[in-house]
């Protein structure tokens, strides 16, 4: 009896929970093809998995009702039973099944959320460095040779390719809305594809714990059509003041700082740490050979990016 | 009074005053009350020097819950700066302490050692042994824990706790991002435990596989058992990793080594690799010997022997092998590409396959039974449901593409509490309730059990479920407050509500401690649950050498045969019993690592090379010692047997 | 203590028995321990920043001389436990002395080839490479080290107590932990010097 | 005196300097990167386990099949640790 109350109370409390929800939860409200594959995902594993969870709890309830010493004649004595062949075969091929299901969503999806968004192909991509630092971001536009700080602001409809890397400890880049999130780190630049379909206001943070200030690193992410975006480019053209290696090493400064807005990218006097600049041992490689390749980096990351599909196809 | 200066707190509260206070106070008092009762000979010889499993088990055991309580103190107080927004109640350098020694004080010196403690008490019982191995290295390995959990505890009130997270990653952990000594604690304190860990498993291996009952094959061993061998072997093949990590750790940050820093070739993520190498096989490690507690119980209150034993068997040794290969799910976002991604993913769900046996194997040992719902019963039954939710959710973020949603996330902390919390949780209180009775010769009161039952598993509910909800809602992990504008207050509100609760139900069973100790009946037999392993076939409280008679077997459950069916559990005679001798050189030398360890954290060369080479002298010392232990006498051993049942 | 006389003096009774397994499990724990150091050393074997590389510091005649010195005081720490097993205590210590200073010239040898990895400027924080390889020639090392202490010791209680069952166990577990740093140097040999020299 | 040199030991040490040898050709020859790293995997293994059987007298006791799982599982585990590492490191960002 008491084990109901315990299920009725839990039911109680998750109802009370999901109900107490005005808004639909950030990561299953996409505003872009990413987030959308991803919040599918997350739908159909919560579908599958709540199949699983149910066959088990009937079996449990099942168990525990019938077979309680209460409702027993006093002498029963359970018997021995060694196992079933047929129940564990069962009860192992399902759960493979299941997993090979999910094994294969997950490397296709994966694969997709990891290129240029669906239906975005065509599309040259915007690229924007995303580089972090205690606590806040640093946004550089090189087509447009413009640098904001703590805000970002983007074209719908365009494919946004975000190139990560950080001036500290280790962050993670995240617009739940927009999709899920990637690291960016010291030595490496790390390649995030997203794309917004619809504009508005998102919330964007660093997620990955990186000291004191960390709860603080947020920005906001502004979405908008492209002629917008393009007269707001315009506008900070005209107005910003140009950035300066002095300005950003006092921008690097740790603490948190408001959103500003420069002309010129830190890029300039600062580069990210791709190519010859990578400090990560696999491209500071002393090796001769190797430097031809780091120039062609993005084509052989890309080549590469659309082998492994393959494979994991055929897999 | 520079020299002085970096014992100082960087960040010191009032709560850290009065902490220092109170644990100078208590130190005090146990001293002078250990002397007022004379009771330091007593202490000296039958505790500092013993080399008996069982008590080496209690003391893991004490050690643990005083952990627990001290890891609880710090989850009380994160919950509270949370639950509602833009509290002040604490700044972010505190937050991030205590959300730091939280993880690493449950994870490490609260979870590892219950369940040693536990392993430590039964295992040789359950396999018909008179002691480990190697008893002397079982104190080793206690010492070398206790003495490493205090180092890392003193850690608060003597120069700081560390702050970056009990992941530890690098470079926020490096001496440009954490300048306190509070990551050194980490390093150094976590690898003097760690290696008398690895001791450990080395001392069980040996214990299981040589020194079985006559006639218990490996297929007859309880599961138990079995699950403590198979957990051993991750301990061996896992800790060495954890060893390395933190020592290159330790040299990046004392000796200016580049293995994790931002320039000169290093690499961030090779601590993050290394770390979760070790890490992932960790969590294993606390969860498996609680799949054998769950075993052992269900079995024992199903009134049935266990179903598909052979497949509970296969299932372990396919999870240990797993727990292996899956590490890098800890780390999808770190910019891999698909393809390594992939592999981790199938590799991670293959994981829920064994472990979807073992659910379905439990449920189908309660079928026909007749089941008595007592308190360690009650947790493994609540295990059940509780476990899956936490298992499948494991399923949904080991999907690489939907991990990059959920990593980082409160999703991941609900996930990994709906894991630990009935996984391993649940289970030592589990076993502890359960073998209390063998341990110290009374039960503990069952109401007072329930009581604190309900009051865990609900709570335990309301704490954690929001946290799947709060995840998907883009709340991060680890952050020490938020905006009202963000929506997270009210969810929050409930987690904290339900981490009162879950203090409640844990000072439930302090009391029940209390007052079971005092009014709770002695007069109980060998065997007050009806229960089917080895354990319950010697007395209580159990002999220093175990069993009189090493016992003969020839099932999984012969001491059920032996009461059902009249099989012969003890053939032949008494003869005279070969005993280790107790020793004080485990203490001492694990009281020089301990200020080998300070040393170390604070930088002090000459002492730490003095302390050095002081256990180096303890070693030499072991290699010329002649210790042939002691013999009990025959007219001993019948001595006490007679006085034991005589006592019923 | 029950000697069980059919057996070889270091298998004699249970509790040597126990040890020999029990250490077995041990060098078990030690392969997990040079993998995570080999793994971290071929991590950063290109990460050598401003430093020197591999190819530069490495020599062939130091490197032959260790390997040399370590194959071969392998070869007569088992002629050692050979001996013993012959009963001749004798012939076992000369052949464990032998062992011994064979570990000490290796040992020598790797003292000079740091030195002067340290006048050429490459130290243990000069670059992630090299911190890599002297902690993992450093690990090494040091388990040599820790060998010729525990060796000395052995061949003491030998020498004073005799070929009984409890020095047996002890010299045959020596001679396993010796062995295995011979292994393990094979590897270093391999993968640390040859590959950087190529 | 024969007896404190037994032929198999000897032989085994003779074998390994060989292999040592056999090794060291990958520096003296000019050889592709793949071939001089199968040359030296197999050196390297045939070293290993020659010491391992010859000199280490692993299957001489009762404990054979455990001592030969404990190995195999430790090596198991090194494999796993070294290339999951390379791959996860280097290889997968390549």
């Not at chain 2, 992932?280 to 269900?298: R, T």
């Not at chain 3, 390997?67 to 070869?75: A, E, G, H, P, R």
Request: with cysteine; aromatic share 14%.
């Amino acid at each position: 009896m008491k084990i109901k109350w315990a299920l009725l109370t839990i039911l109680f409390t998750i109802a009370t929970v999901l109900t107490g929800c005005d808004n639909p939860l950030m990561v299953l409200d996409p505003k872009g093809p990413v987030a959308a594959t991803q919040a599918d995902v997350i739908m159909i594993s919560i579908w599958t998995m709540a199949f699983v969870v149910l066959v088990v709890i009937v079996l449990y309830i099942f168990m525990i009702m019938k077979y309680r010493a209460s409702k027993q004649r006093d002498d029963y004595e359970p018997p021995h039973i060694e196992g079933s062949k047929v129940l564990e075969i069962i009860w192992v091929a399902i759960p493979i099944l299941i997993v090979a299901f999910l094994s294969v969503v997950t490397v296709k999806t994966t694969n997709e959320v990891e290129a240029t968004p669906k239906g975005y192909q065509e599309q040259e991509p915007l690229v924007i460095y995303a580089s972090s630092s205690n606590w806040k971001w640093h946004f550089s536009y090189p087509e447009e040779d413009i640098e904001t700080v703590n805000y970002l602001f983007i074209p719908t409809n365009r494919p946004i390719e975000f190139k990560l890397y950080s001036y500290g400890p280790i962050a993670s880049f995240w617009i739940p809305q927009l999709g899920g999130q990637k690291y960016a780190m010291s030595d490496m630049v790390n390649t995030l594809h997203l794309a917004a379909d619809v504009p508005g206001d998102y919330m964007g943070r660093n997620s990955n714990f990186s000291g004191s200030g960390f709860a603080q690193q947020t920005f906001n992410v502004k979405a908008m059509p492209t002629k917008e975006y393009d007269k707001w480019v315009d506008e900070i053209k005209a107005t910003a003041e140009p950035i300066t290696e002095e300005k950003f090493n006092k921008l690097l400064e740790p603490g948190h700082v408001g959103q500003s807005t420069y002309t010129g990218t830190h890029l300039e006097f600062s580069p990210a740490p791709e190519g010859e600049h990578a400090g990560h041992s696999m491209h500071g490689s002393s090796d001769t050979e190797k430097t031809d390749s780091e120039k062609s980096d993005e084509s052989t990351k890309d080549s590469h990016e659309e082998h492994s599909e393959h494979s994991n196809m055929n897999h | 009074m520079d020299y002085f200066d970096r014992f100082a707190v960087p960040h010191p509260s009032p709560a850290i005053y009065a902490s220092m206070v109170a644990i100078g106070l208590t130190m005090l008092a146990v001293v002078v009350g250990i002397t007022y009762f004379k009771k330091w000979g007593y202490l000296w010889r039958e505790w500092l020097t013993t080399v008996d499993h069982k008590r080496i088990g209690i003391m893991y055991i004490l050690s643990a819950l005083l952990m627990l309580f001290r890891g609880g103190a710090d989850a009380i107080m994160m919950r509270a700066q949370t639950a509602v927004p833009d509290n002040g109640l604490l700044d972010g350098q505190h937050y991030n302490e205590i959300f730091t020694t939280h993880g690493v004080v449950m994870i490490l010196f609260m979870a590892m050692p219950f369940i040693i403690g536990l392993m430590n008490i039964v295992t040789p019982l359950q396999v018909g042994a008179r002691d480990v191995a190697f008893p002397r290295l079982n104190a080793v390995s206690f010492w070398l824990f206790f003495m490493g959990a205090m180092l890392f505890n003193i850690s608060f009130v003597v120069g700081g706790s560390p702050d970056a997270g009990w992941t530890s990653y690098f470079p926020l952990a490096s001496n440009d991002f954490s300048e306190s000594v509070g990551s050194n604690y980490y390093a150094i304190a976590i690898q003097i435990a760690g290696i008398g860990t690895l001791l450990t498993g080395i001392n069980f291996i040996v214990t299981i596989l040589k020194m079985r009952a006559p006639g218990m094959n490996l297929m007859k061993m309880p599961m138990f058992t079995w699950s403590i061998l198979i957990t051993n072997f991750i301990i061996v093949f896992a800790f060495p990793v954890l060893t390395v990590a933190l020592a290159l750790m330790t040299m990046d940050r004392l000796f200016g080594t580049q293995f994790f820093t931002m320039a000169n070739g290093g690499s961030d993520m090779l601590w993050a690799n290394l770390f979760w190498v070790w890490g992932h096989p960790e969590v294993y490690i606390v969860i498996l010997p609680a799949f054998g507690i769950y075993s052992e119980i269900i079995s024992t209150f199903a009134r049935r022997n266990l179903y598909g034993y052979n497949s509970m068997v296969i299932s372990m040794v396919a999870i240990s092998t797993l727990s292996f290969v899956v590490w890098a799910h800890h780390f999808y976002t770190m910019g891999h590409g698909a393809m390594v991604n992939g592999i981790f993913s199938i590799t991670t769900m293959a994981i829920a396959v064994p472990t979807g046996v073992k659910i379905f194997n439990w449920l189908f040992t309660l079928w026909k039974g007749k089941i008595v719902f007592t308190v360690p019963m009650l947790y493994s039954l609540a295990f059940i449901p509780i476990f899956t939710l936490g298992g499948v959710t494991g399923v949904m973020l080991a999907m690489a593409s939907a991990d990059y949603q959920y990593h980082n996330t409160m999703f991941l902390v609900a996930h990994f509490h709906y894991v630990l919390i009935p996984g391993t949780v649940f289970a030592v209180l589990a076993g502890f309730t359960y073998w209390w009775p063998k341990m110290f010769g009374f039960m503990l009161s069952e109401k007072i059990g329930k009581w604190s039952f309900w009051f865990i598993t609900i709570s335990f509910n309301v704490t954690f479920f929001p946290m799947f909800i709060t995840g998907l809602d883009g709340q991060a992990r680890r952050m020490y407050t938020y905006s009202e504008s963000t929506g997270y207050g009210p969810l929050n509100m409930l987690s904290f509500v339900g981490a009162i609760g879950l203090a409640i139900g844990f000072a439930l069973i302090v009391y029940n401690i209390y007052w079971s100790t005092r009014y709770a009946s002695r007069n109980i037999s060998n065997d007050p649950w009806d229960a089917r392993s080895l354990e319950w076939a010697t007395h209580t409280p159990i002999p220093e050498y175990n069993f009189a008679i090493v016992p003969t077997v020839d099932s999984t459950e012969a001491f059920w045969d032996s009461k059902k069916k009249g099989f012969k559990l003890f053939g032949g005679k008494v003869e005279k019993i070969h005993m280790p001798n107790n020793s004080g050189v485990p203490f001492i030398m694990s009281c020089i690592f301990f200020v080998w360890g300070f040393a170390m954290v604070f930088s002090m060369w000459i002492i730490a090379i003095i302390a050095t080479l002081g256990i180096f002298a303890c070693m030499a010392h072991r290699s010329f010692e002649k210790d042939h232990g002691r013999y009990i006498s025959v007219e001993e051993i019948e001595e006490t047997e007679n006085k034991l049942r005589g006592a019923k | 203590m029950k000697i069980d006389n059919s057996l070889p003096l270091e298998y004699s009774t249970e509790e040597n028995r126990l040890k020999i397994f029990g250490f077995w499990i041990f060098l078990g724990a030690e392969i997990a321990l040079f993998a995570t150091l080999f793994a971290t050393y071929f991590v950063l074997v290109n990460g050598t920043g401003n430093g020197p590389t591999g190819e530069h510091l490495f020599k062939v005649p130091t490197l032959m001389l260790q390997t040399i010195f370590l194959l071969t005081s392998s070869f007569t720490i088992g002629l050692g436990i050979n001996a013993m097993r012959l009963g001749s205590k004798k012939a076992m210590l000369s052949f464990f002395v032998i062992t011994l200073i064979l570990g000490l010239g290796f040992l020598g040898v790797e003292i000079y080839e740091f030195v002067e990895y340290v006048h050429e400027g490459a130290t243990i924080q000069t670059s992630a490479f090299l911190s890599s390889l002297f902690t993992l020639l450093g690990t090494h090392g040091a388990h040599v080290t820790l060998g010729l202490f525990w060796g000395t010791f052995i061949i003491l209680q030998v020498k004073k107590r005799g070929l009984i069952p409890e020095t047996a166990n002890k010299a045959f577990i020596f001679s396993l932990y010796w062995h295995f740093l011979d292994v393990v140097w094979i590897f270093i040999f391999s993968f640390v010097y040859l590959k950087g020299m190529m | 005196m024969k007896q404190l040199f037994p032929r198999g030991q000897v032989m085994g040490f003779a074998f390994s300097l060989i292999l040592t040898l056999v090794a060291l050709s990958v520096i003296v020859f000019d050889l592709s990167l793949k071939m001089a790293m199968i040359i030296l995997l197999v050196t390297a293994f045939m070293q290993a386990a020659l010491q391992l059987v010859m000199f280490m007298h692993a299957g001489e006791s009762e404990d054979k099949a455990s001592i030969y799982t404990n190995v195999y599982y430790g090596l198991f585990v090194a494999l796993v640790t070294i290339f999951g590492t390379m791959l996860t490191m280097i290889w997968g960002y390549q």
